[in-house]
């Protein structure tokens, strides 16, 4: 059958105005061969690209940065619309493969358009719209892995902690490992963040991780990052870890001593050499950090039990500050609780409140097994009770933790309420241990006053499994017991 004349007008009309309607709209035009050089490119996108040379023949990239063009001749796949950065303009590309009369791909065309054209309007409205909020993301992030406390909020003027304070300020002037020591609630943390904010890092980030609050198998992937594609389900993009997140700042590996034996050969390796590699992946990563690292249980009897690597002990222990437990600096304890109060007035938007000599005294007598962590939740709790400004040892008695009473029976712990839904049927089993099982650890937290180390020995399960437990119950990490 022949072809009415009028198609074949039509045809070739269509082809010439699409040519046209591209000439107009386009900013610039390019042809590469199948090796991604450029075989042609228009003027007013040179002009655009402000690139001074010869251009043709070089690989793509070197005059479009952002070029995906090579994907499009290695794919053989159209790109038909999408978004690339020039300087700060956006345009919208489409990239076109070219093939021969026997269908041998030979290269790719790629149109620029106006990033002004008004159908695409909405489009690109929207696209600077996510621009702009992740920009202001990253911002918060970087914001939030800068260090929040600097040493000066570090209380204390007792012989203890002014030589901390004097070893800690030292520290950040070294780029050394910082290995610090002490029970749980002295402020480990917060010293990390000061030194970090004393350092000539102090602008890059600040990253922490708690090694015991995650659970051994994910920990590796946690620190070190996973290759794309590394497993079924892993990204199809790289997923960085601690390691590289810290980069140029400082990284603080809180509870040390749990870190997994595996994993330490892998962690002296970094400390050695700075560098590691991400999971499923053989290229090699360097990073240049700042390690703190801090625990509060004994290193030395974890080497003499063969839980910790002697040889990594020795290199994060290049060092060493003790945090002196609270019960041995009690001349501190009253300029620790003025400022708490003062914070606590601060968050809560109410008057700031003063204590008696004999509540002083009364915190002075108290053992403090959680330390300042600890005292504060005891503050907390006194500013919960009462809505006196002045706080006497009264007060402080009644918020302090009673006796820990010996552990009972499992049965007794269970209240008869719990195992009756509100309107008196019996509630399925799930919910029953549910509710056992998060008063059983809010049971334990109130008995420590919130020493998670201690509640997880009370309750007979890790720290890891703890932390997990609390998590999946939804039982708040500063919680002591009080809800
Ligand atoms: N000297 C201090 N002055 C003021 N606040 C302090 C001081 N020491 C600790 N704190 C506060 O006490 C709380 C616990 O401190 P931090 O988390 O740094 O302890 P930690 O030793 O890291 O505890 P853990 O070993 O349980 O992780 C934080 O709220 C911290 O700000």
Not at 102 to 120: K, P, V
Request: overall charge neutral; hydrophobic content about 45%; some cysteine.
């Amino acid at each position: 059958m022949s072809l009415d004349p009028n198609f074949e007008h039509l045809r070739a009309r269509a082809v010439e105005s699409l040519f046209q309607h591209f000439a107009d709209a386009c900013v610039g035009l390019i042809v590469v061969d199948k090796d991604a050089r450029i075989a042609w490119i228009g003027d007013r996108y040179l002009e655009l690209l402000g690139y001074p040379k010869e251009p043709l023949g070089k690989p793509v990239e070197e005059v479009i940065p952002n070029s995906q063009m090579r994907h499009v001749v290695e794919s053989g796949q159209p790109m038909l619309i999408d978004l690339m950065d020039i300087g700060k303009r956006t345009i919208v590309v489409t990239r076109l493969p070219l093939r021969d009369d026997d269908g041998t791909l030979i290269g790719a065309i790629g149109l620029a358009l106006f990033d002004r054209a008004e159908h695409l309007r909405p489009l690109m409205s929207k696209y600077q719209r996510l621009q702009e909020e992740l920009t202001r993301t990253r911002q918060e992030l970087a914001n939030e892995r800068r260090a929040k406390y600097s040493l000066s909020q570090m209380i204390g003027n007792s012989e203890s902690m002014r030589e901390v304070k004097r070893l800690a300020r030292r520290a950040a002037q070294m780029d050394s490992t910082v290995l610090l020591l002490g029970e749980t609630g002295t402020g480990k943390e917060l010293l990390a963040h000061g030194i970090h904010a004393a350092s000539p890092r102090a602008n890059a980030p600040f990253v922490g991780v708690n090694v015991a609050a995650i659970p051994e198998n994910l920990l590796e992937a946690e620190l070190f990052g996973v290759a794309p594609g590394a497993y079924t389900g892993a990204d199809r993009r790289l997923r960085e870890g601690k390691f590289q997140l810290a980069n140029g700042g400082t990284l603080f590996l809180d509870e040390i001593g749990d870190m997994p034996l595996p994993l330490q050969a892998k962690l002296l390796r970094v400390l050695q050499e700075r560098e590691f590699e991400a999971v499923g992946s053989n290229k090699v990563v360097r990073v240049d950090l700042r390690i703190i690292a801090a625990t509060s249980r004994d290193l030395d009897a974890l080497v003499r039990d063969k839980q910790f690597r002697a040889d990594l002990y020795y290199r994060l222990n290049v060092v060493p500050i003790t945090l002196p437990p609270l019960r041995d600096r009690t001349e501190d304890i009253a300029s620790i609780a003025d400022r708490i109060l003062d914070d606590l007035a601060l968050t809560s938007a109410s008057p700031a409140r003063d204590l008696t000599a004999e509540a002083v005294a009364a915190l002075k007598a108290y053992d403090w097994p959680g330390n300042v962590r600890e005292l504060r939740n005891v503050l907390e709790r006194v500013s919960a009770m009462t809505d006196d400004v002045t706080l006497t040892a009264a007060h402080i008695a009644a918020a302090l933790p009673r006796n820990a009473p010996a552990q009972r029976d499992t049965a007794e712990e269970v209240p008869a309420s719990l195992l009756r839904s509100v309107g008196g049927s019996p509630r399925a089993l799930t919910d029953v241990l549910k509710d056992t099982e998060r008063a059983a650890i809010i049971g334990a937290l109130a008995r420590t006053g919130g020493v998670k180390a201690q509640a997880a020995k009370l309750l007979g399960i890790s720290r890891a499994s703890l932390y997990e437990r609390m998590q999946a119950l939804g039982i708040r990490e500063d919680m002591q017991g009080s809800a």
